[in-house]
């Protein structure tokens, strides 16, 4: 069976199986060690999947960077160090590769992140793979398992603005596709989170969705939606577009307590789930990477996917 047809999220479960291993599901690893953890982050962007060679190289290498340090603020940790995988087909001008170190080097003094080397291969298309290694106090720690009934759901900032981007390419209209893949590690917020009680948090990089889909399964709880956070969605199918595409990387938490410095999107309740401000439970996957959705971006011939879950808004 194409594994097309089975989804990323059963492809996983079934490697696992392999090794009989239990699935920690998160997007990162602990490591324990003593009193703290040091944690794992590996994510991976590929040529016209990700990005077009044609886009800002400069703005591709600190998309690679933000993506790794998204997961570790995920966990409340702190960043150490990178190390990088390579990989160039041969024609590819010596001046791309620059520009895109360029953009990884400083996005990485930004945050005082270490680069530690990697590794560099022959490939038909670009790819990138970045590994960051973060360390986080045993017990100060954000996972995914963790919501009670009774907590309320919160994001760091409402959301659109990358889906947008993502809407408008795909429509035609956009003058600067790199918005696509300018996004913030949340990691300037960690501080005041430390001082609240986050019973679980994932960063937001697949969709509304399917990120309360994660948090409801690793906590054995109903999520309800109880509030649309997306920024100046025209009618209710372009909310629930947005809701599944993600890109933005926002930190997505529960807590027992009421605030009011985060956008609510819901409550947590006794049941499983995810449940939409409409009542509908059987909501959109959000983004799968084999199945669904495949995120091709237009190559220089003019190639695009197909987009195929929101066709009828990109029409």
């Given at each position: 069976m194409e594994i097309r047809k089975s989804g990323e999220r059963k492809l996983i479960e079934k490697i696992w199986r392999i090794f009989g291993e239990k699935n920690e599901d998160e997007d990162v690893?602990?490591?324990?060690?003593?009193?703290?953890?040091?944690?794992?982050?590996?994510?991976?962007?590929?040529?016209?999947?990700?990005?077009d060679r044609s886009w800002n190289p400069g703005s591709i290498g600190k998309f690679l960077v933000d993506i790794n340090l998204s997961d570790i603020a995920?966990?409340?940790?702190?960043?150490?160090?990178?190390?990088?995988?390579?990989?160039?087909?041969?024609?590819?001008?010596?001046?791309?590769?620059?520009k895109m170190v360029s953009g990884i080097k400083r996005e990485l003094k930004k945050y005082n992140v270490k680069f530690s080397g990697g590794d560099l291969k022959e490939s038909d298309r670009i790819s990138l793979t970045g590994m960051v290694i973060g360390e986080v106090q045993k017990g100060k720690e954000f996972r995914r398992s963790g919501a009670r009934p009774g907590d309320y759901v919160y994001i760091s900032a409402k959301i659109g603005r990358n889906e947008r981007a993502i809407i408008d390419y795909y429509r035609g209209k956009s003058t600067k596709p790199e918005r696509i893949i300018e996004i913030t590690p949340r990691l300037d917020l960690l501080g005041k989170l430390g001082t609240l009680k986050i019973t679980s948090c994932i960063d937001n990089s697949d969709g509304i969705y399917k990120s309360l889909g994660l948090l409801s399964k690793m906590s054995g709880v109903m999520i309800r939606i109880v509030r649309d956070v997306s920024e100046n969605s025209r009618n209710e199918e372009e909310r629930e577009a947005i809701y599944a595409m993600g890109g933005d990387y926002e930190l997505i938490f529960t807590s027992p307590q009421k605030l009011s410095d985060f956008p609510l999107i819901g409550k947590v309740m006794k049941g499983k789930?995810?449940?939409?401000?409409?009542?509908?439970?059987k909501i959109p996957d959000g983004f799968d990477h084999f199945r669904s959705t495949p995120r091709r971006v237009k190559n220089s011939s003019g190639e695009k996917g197909d987009y195929k879950k929101w066709k009828k808004l990109l029409d």
């Open positions: 690893h602990f490591l324990y060690l003593g009193d703290k953890y040091l944690l794992l982050a590996v994510d991976t962007i590929n040529e016209r999947y990700h990005f995920a966990k409340n940790g702190k960043p150490l160090e990178m190390m990088v995988s390579f990989s160039f087909p041969r024609e590819l001008e010596e001046r791309w590769v620059t789930g995810v449940v939409d401000i409409n009542g509908k439970a």
